[in-house]
């Protein structure tokens, strides 16, 4: 990677891989997510329409787990704070993921293009309100109190992912796109690299091992997160 101009921009991908060491669990390894569940019962709108106290229980379930002290952020999460906090040019942080570690790390330049397991939306005001206790069909929405008026904030397959316009903006000024802990296989996040690539960015794929889109990518540093993130953002400083 040649020098990087100080004023240039730098924008990161993450997902569930980089949680894995955090004790989160992936969607696609082996015991992954979607290994013990159907998406199509808790991760999309049909699927809350048909059993809504199901999807309830579903993000109940994480959202304990996220509020569990042994959960926080890794080294990979600490990274990637200290390069939005050093770099002289901009870091946009945009995740897929819905934990809030990131910003438990310090990370502030921050999308959460999935949504957010700590906020939920009124369906009768599309208010979204910061939410850490659990969801049923009885709790009452805090607008209209009516009951059964509360969705968790996530974007559900077949709905628009969030600040997309800003995404994209971002990809056609940067020169450096990191992905890291992806799988690559959820669109749009899966193109951003090509997006990125077609404005003369340099990008670099961190995983654990080659993800679905690995071919696309012009670097790969393969291994656990929590050793190839804080190795590359040193490596990204130093070159300044
Ligand atoms: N360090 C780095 N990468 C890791 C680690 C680790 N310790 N452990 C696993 N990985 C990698 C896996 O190799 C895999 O490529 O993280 C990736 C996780 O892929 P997925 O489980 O598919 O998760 P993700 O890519 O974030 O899924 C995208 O799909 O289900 C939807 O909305 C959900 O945001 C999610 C989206």
């Known amino acids: 990677m040649e020098k990087l ?8 991908l993450t997902g ?3 949680s894995k060491e955090s004790g989160l669990d992936t969607f696609r390894d082996v015991g ?35 509020l569990d002290p042994e959960v926080k952020p890794n080294r990979a999460h600490d990274a990637l704070a200290r390069l939005e906090q050093e770099w002289p040019g ?22 959460h293009m999935h949504g ?6 009124s369906l009768y005001t599309h208010r979204v309100l910061e939410w850490q206790e659990d969801l049923t069909l009885e709790t009452l929405c805090p607008d209209t109190g009516r009951p059964g008026g509360l969705r968790p904030h996530v974007v559900w397959f077949g709905e628009m992912p969030l600040e997309m316009e800003r995404i994209y ?7 450096l796109f990191m992905s890291i ?20 960015a340099y990008t670099v794929e961190l995983n654990l091992e080659p993800s679905n889109g690995a071919t696309f990518f012009q670097s790969h540093r393969h291994g656990p997160a929590t050793e190839v993130v804080p190795v590359f953002v040193d490596e990204v400083l130093a070159r300044r």
């Open 90 to 111: 901009e870091v946009l942080l945009v995740t897929q993921n819905i934990d809030d570690l990131h910003e438990r790390a310090g990370s502030r330049n921050l999308i």
């Open 116 to 121: 957010e397991l700590f906020k939920v939306r």
């Open 5 to 12: 101009k100080p004023e240039s921009s730098i924008v990161i």
């Open 16 to 18: 569930a891989g980089i």
């Open 181 to 200: 802990g992806t799988s690559g296989t959820v669109y749009p996040a899966a193109n951003f690299v090509y997006e990125a690539h077609q404005s003369g």
């Open 32 to 66: 992954g997510v979607w290994s013990k569940f159907r998406l199509e019962d808790v991760a999309t709108p049909e699927g809350f329409a048909r059993d809504p106290q199901r999807v309830h229980e579903f993000y109940n379930a994480r959202r304990r787990n996220l």
């Open 169 to 175: 903006e971002a990809l056609s000024n940067c020169t």
